[in-house]
């Protein structure tokens, strides 16, 4: 009976560590990518040309700067913070962070078409939210 507790603890701590990472690493490449675009809405101290965005809702990337800020980057260190910290609702957190990436990776697509960087953050979107889905069930 201690054991399975302990086994249990264990497999806990270990996902919540997994999950921080990855929201850390999300976090780390969003928040400055954000402020680029906040900054420079035009684009170009990313060399990201304004013709990118003619199939989208948008003029210049001041709007999706600040969603990759505040969600993307600022949301994925809290979410990784309160990993590490196994906060009760850092399944939830995480849950909701994963579904936002793969909402926002798939509407780049269909806007802006598809890029080997969609591919690998709608993947790690997926990897957040079923790691979030384990997590929330885990968690006593």
């Known amino acids: 009976m201690i054991n399975d507790m302990r086994n249990t603890e264990n497999n806990i701590r270990r996902l919540a560590?997994?999950?921080?990472?990855?929201?850390?690493?999300?976090?780390?490449?969003?928040?400055?990518?954000?402020?680029?675009?906040?900054?420079?809405?035009?684009?170009?101290?990313l060399t990201m040309?304004?013709?990118?965005?003619?199939?989208?809702?948008?003029?210049?990337?001041?709007?999706?700067g600040i969603f990759l800020l505040l969600i993307n980057g600022i949301g994925s260190l809290i979410g990784g913070i309160a990993s590490f910290l196994r906060n009760k609702l850092s399944?939830?957190?995480?849950?909701?962070?994963?579904?936002?990436?793969?909402?926002?990776?798939?509407?780049?697509?269909?806007?802006?078409?598809i890029h080997w960087l969609h591919i690998m953050y709608f993947i790690l979107g997926a990897v957040e939210l079923i790691l979030g889905l384990i997590l929330r069930k885990k968690m006593p």
């Open 17 to 45: 560590i997994c999950l921080g990472i990855l929201q850390l690493f999300i976090g780390i490449g969003a928040v400055p990518a954000g402020l680029a675009m906040i900054i420079d809405p035009s684009g170009r101290s």
């Open 49 to 64: 040309p304004l013709e990118m965005l003619a199939n989208s809702p948008f003029s210049d990337f001041l709007i999706p």
């Open 91 to 113: 399944g939830e957190i995480a849950i909701g962070l994963g579904i936002f990436l793969l909402g926002w990776i798939l509407a780049q697509t269909v806007w802006m078409g």
